[in-house]
């Protein structure tokens, strides 16, 4: 096949020698030349009637130009192919899917001078497959022309026919998915059989990209483009082991520009819903309605639920030399916390390897080394990984919010503070000091191996203890420092290890200092 007229051209010069070829065998011997053909005008016009009746009645489908974006539906007549036509370049990216009921679809794909570019499928499908799907790189620009027919011979039913086609500005059908992806923001949708979904963002080079989608009876597969047309990524890269509903495509922006992600059921035949999510960093973020995100407050709780193939975005503000303290739990779920900086650069992640035992658990701190606002990706580590989650943020030095019914606050000289340490949870606490003066600091947990870490009023770490992995999982932790500055000091109490909780008890000694001593507890003049 090549485009409209040259196809009718060779339509006609076919019948043309082929039934001038029949006419003239039924002419007697005698007007037969050898190597000559020759016929009666009336023979002629004969030739030219049928083949012109051939071209009017004998295609199966006048050609259409392909919408990017769009959905074009059709039926197949038996052993008859449906065109379609299409203008690219060199270096566009094409994706063609058909979807049909009762056929067993084929897509055949033709350059603009007429040769068999690909064709999909390349051999007997299996299960008789109505999901054909064709994807390619041109090579040459001018107008492509696109066959639809049966696989198998004397098929026939209905189809559609989506067509996607990068760079390029697209449209989304009245009743489809895709569009504009806003950064946080949760977008559903739904594939159908042989479906494709587009969509899009901005980004600029160093941003840090997440895409995220969990699909309901259908394993997800998000491939992603960038500016100039070219494949970026694609996930899942391999068939996903049992039969995954959730797919993950990470990747930091080498360019800026438009960005096309296209959705799809990675399986031939799939078909359902899905949740898709952008994390961009640096970036605004937007929460969905019922959906968690936003900035932090500093001490604070934080709860939220992850779906399957969820993204939740949070974000704070602080300076260069801020300490930070990230703490997640998750229930049903191993959580992953990510940090980016202000420029979009990944920070940390943790877990950084798959977690032992499936905790769930998760654990970031660190200083900071340049000043802005940052964001926080909240998921699950694992595919398929869904259920609800609590997040501490604590930033040192800075005013800090207790959640009701947390523990926390000014610690008094002498007095025995009591709290509760729960999963992935911890305690922040604050003292004043003076450069010179001796503190002690003592843990004492119930079913809790304790840690202790302390600030200054810069927010530099000065110690935490135990430094290494207590032997015997010492329920008792000590720490003792002359401090070397005046102000307001942090302490931030905590389990050592992962998945750890249970209650403690937290006593400062301050020397100088006025002395308090606990109802029930020794201690005095």
Not at 32 to 53: E, H, N, Q
Not at 230 to 249: F, H, K, N, V, Y
Not at 497 to 511: K, R
Request: hydrophobic letters at 35%; glycine letters at 16%.
């Amino acid at each position: 096949m090549i485009n409209s007229v040259s196809l009718q051209i060779r339509r006609f010069s076919f019948l043309y020698r082929h039934v001038n070829s029949i006419l003239f065998m039924w002419r007697p011997t005698k007007h037969r030349r050898a190597k000559v053909l020759r016929t009666s005008p009336g023979d002629r016009a004969c030739v030219i009637f049928v083949a012109i009746l051939f071209m009017v009645f004998g295609k199966s489908h006048a050609q259409e130009s392909l919408t990017n974006g769009g959905n074009h539906p059709g039926t197949i007549p038996a052993n008859k192919t449906n065109t379609y036509i299409f203008s690219g370049s060199a270096g566009d990216n094409i994706v063609l899917r058909v979807g049909a009921t009762n056929v067993v679809p084929r897509i055949d794909l033709y350059g603009p001078s007429g040769t068999l570019i690909g064709s999909a499928p390349t051999s007997a499908p299996g299960g008789g497959s109505r999901d054909a799907v064709f994807t390619v790189q041109l090579a040459s620009s001018g107008t492509f022309t696109v066959g639809i027919s049966s696989y198998y011979a004397g098929g026939t039913g209905p189809y559609s026919l989506r067509f996607a086609q990068i760079p390029g500005s697209f449209s989304v059908p009245g009743g489809d998915d895709g569009g504009a992806l806003v950064n946080g923001a949760h977008n559903a949708g739904t594939v159908d059989l042989g479906d494709l979904d587009v969509w899009t963002f901005t980004g600029n080079a160093g941003d840090n990209i997440q895409l995220r989608m969990g699909g309901t009876n259908v394993v997800p597969r998000i491939d992603l483009y960038g500016p100039t047309g070219t494949l970026i990524s694609s996930e899942p890269q391999t068939a996903p082991g049992g039969g995954s509903r959730d797919a993950l495509l990470t990747t930091q922006l080498s360019v800026s520009g438009a960005f096309t992600v296209v959705v799809s059921s990675y399986y031939l035949g799939g078909a359902g819903g899905y949740s898709l999510t952008l994390a961009r960093a640096p970036g605004a973020i937007t929460v969905s309605t019922g959906d968690e995100g936003g900035p932090l407050t500093n001490g604070a709780q934080h709860f939220g639920t992850l779906d399957v193939g969820d993204l939740d975005l949070w974000s704070f503000t602080a300076d260069a030399g801020n300490s930070i303290q990230l703490r997640m739990n998750g229930t049903n779920v191993v959580p992953k916390l990510d940090l980016y900086g202000p420029d979009g650069t990944l920070i940390s992640s943790v877990p950084a390897v798959a977690p032992g035992g499936g905790s769930r658990d998760a654990a970031l701190s660190t200083q900071l080394a340049v000043g802005g606002i940052f964001t926080v990706v909240c998921s699950s580590y694992y595919e398929n990984g869904a259920g609800s989650y609590v997040l501490n943020f604590i930033k040192i030095p800075g005013e800090f919010t207790l959640s009701p019914g947390d523990e926390g606050g000014a610690l008094t000289n002498g007095w025995l503070h009591s709290g509760t340490i729960d999963l992935g949870d911890f305690d922040v606490w604050t003292f004043d000091g003076n450069t010179g003066d001796n503190v002690e600091l003592r843990m004492g947990g119930v079913n809790l191996v304790p840690r202790i870490d302390l600030y200054n009023p810069g927010g530099v770490l000065i110690d935490s203890v135990p430094e290494v992995a207590p032997g015997g999982g010492s329920r008792d932790a000590i720490l003792t420092n002359r401090l070397a500055t005046n102000g307001t000091f942090t302490v931030v109490v905590s389990s050592y290890y992962f998945n750890g909780s249970g209650d403690y008890a937290l006593t400062l000694a301050h020397e100088p200092g006025e002395i308090f001593a606990s109802t029930g507890d020794e201690g005095g003049v």
